[in-house]
Nanobody
Framework: QLTESGGDSVQAGGSLRLSCTAS????????LGWFRQAPGKDREGVAA???????DYADSVKGRFTISQDNDKKILYLYMNSLKPEDTAVYYC?????????????????RGQGTQVTVSS
């Protein structure tokens, strides 16, 4: 089970930290990540990290977002800086397995209930 938290309403240029707690996942062998979905739009992979710490970001968030994981506490984080109105979406934590762990692949994984991020201009 994946449970996200940390979503909020902020002004453009602000920062947020999203957290995801995972139960039932050993983390080892899983690709963890975040994807988002804005109203009327397709899911967009944001970031992915594997157990070895290899990371991939979508071009739209590179340099602004940072993904990290605490393997002991089984918590996944997404640090979001320099937020833009176009970052407004429901953000989902994802866990998946497979040969490829990338931002584009996390959209297909198991997900939590999501947390709303709203960025106003």
């Amino acid at each position: 089970q994946l449970t996200e938290s940390g979503g909020d309403s902020v002004q453009a240029g602000g920062s947020l930290r999203l957290s995801c707690t995972a139960s039932g996942y050993t983390y080892n062998g899983y690709c963890l990540g975040w994807f988002r979905q804005a109203p009327g739009k397709d899911r967009e992979g944001v970031a992915a990290i594997d157990y070895d710490g290899n990371i991939d970001y979508a071009d739209s968030v590179k340099g602004r977002f940072t993904i990290s994981q605490d393997n002991d506490k089984k918590i996944l984080y997404l640090y979001m800086n320099s937020l833009k109105p176009e970052d407004t979406a429901v953000y989902y934590c994802s866990a998946s397995s497979g040969d490829v762990c990338a931002a584009r692949t996390v959209v297909a994984g198991a997900r939590g209930q999501g947390t709303q991020v709203t960025v106003s201009s």
